[in-house]
């Protein structure tokens, strides 16, 4: 296992997810993880929790299982010009925001019009990552949304669960991964996890991580310290 942070989980509060976050940290703890975020959807897309969900999360303890929990969300990429399904006052509490296209919310297969999207999502300061950036139902011009995104300090995000469920993902991803070597561009590398077990797996990803000789130096979450002065520098006073 080559991540010590796994930043893109759900709960049940998403419904198609099957686990408490309790479930959830007790799984990373046994697989010897030093961190989670857990990032349900949010609301635009349809079985997401309410947003009070976001909005109570800090009585949640900063640790579960002697696991660190980010306090995140999945937010839904929900136009051309990279708008996001959050008000701001929301997104500045929000410990760790992924942001990502579903074909539910966002109903677009315009490449031009994609790679707009992405780059006009790179001007939010509050997104940390790109989330599974690799299905083909979102074809973009990717070289020049990679290099945005490393210029905007955006992660790209090598997601297991796309690479295992989702059309042309697999292939997409080593495309991303090549031209991230070639680039020198930070990722991460996540399950998206929708049960407890999954969490922190990421086997089919790390094979082609392997295969590609991509350096784990790039893998920003192999390391909890990286992660850490992340999230610090949005919130300088949070204890992980
Ligand atoms: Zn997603
Ligand atoms: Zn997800």
Known sequence: MIIEADLHTHTCASTHA???IKENCRYASRY???GIAMTDHMTAMDDSPHKWHFHNMEILPRAISGVYVLKGVELNVTDTEGSVDMDEALLKKMEWCVASMHRSVFNCNDKELITNAYLKLCENPYIDVIGHPTSDAFPFDMEKCLKAFKEYGKLPEVNES???YKDGSRRNCI???KLCKKYEIPVVVDSDAHYCELVGMT???EKLIDE???PVSLVENAS???IRERVRKKHP???I
């Open 212 to 214: 590609i000789g991509f």
């Open 162 to 164: 796309s690479v295992v």
């Open 18 to 20: 099957f686990s408490t």
């Open 203 to 205: 086997p089919e990803c």
């Open 224 to 226: 909890w310290d990286m």
């Open 175 to 177: 495309e991303m991964l």
């Open 32 to 34: 010897g993880l030093k």
């Open 237 to 239: 006073d949070i204890n």
